[in-house]
């Protein structure tokens, strides 16, 4: 059964780094095309960053344009782990973030982690 499992949130100020980390157990993670979103309270789940693929690469990345800049998506296949790397972090950066893993070839076969809360505040 595939899992996916995020790290790495906290509280930090405004101006600090953060970060996340998802590790996904029980599939070869090279299948997937793996994502980052985030939902704050009142709102709906947003694309935060993703990757186009999966392979040794992952192909080519999106981000939203209010994180462009500031947060880098990376994945490590030897490691099974997406990484969603944070800086100059903003209080409207406070959110749950979950990973996503998307199985390429395969329609509407997703996978979601449980969250991780990140908070932006002084």
């Known amino acids: 059964q595939v899992q996916l499992v995020e790290s790495g949130g906290g509280l930090v100020q405004p101006g600090e780094s953060l970060r996340l980390s998802c590790a996904l157990s029980?599939?070869?993670?090279?299948?997937?095309?793996m994502g980052w979103y985030r939902q704050a309270p009142g709102k709906q789940r947003e694309l935060v960053a993703c990757f186009t693929g999966g392979g040794s690469g992952g192909g080519s990345t999106n981000y939203a344009e209010s994180v462009k800049g500031r947060f880098t998506i990376s994945r490590d296949n030897a490691k099974n782990t997406v990484y969603l790397h944070m800086k100059s972090l903003k209080p409207e950066d406070t959110a749950v973030y979950f990973c996503?893993?998307?199985?390429?070839?395969?329609?509407?076969?997703?996978?979601w982690g449980q969250g991780t809360q990140v908070t932006v505040s002084s």
């Open positions: 029980g599939s070869i993670f090279s299948l997937y095309a």
């Open positions: 996503k893993g998307s199985r390429i070839g395969v329609l509407n076969l997703d996978y």
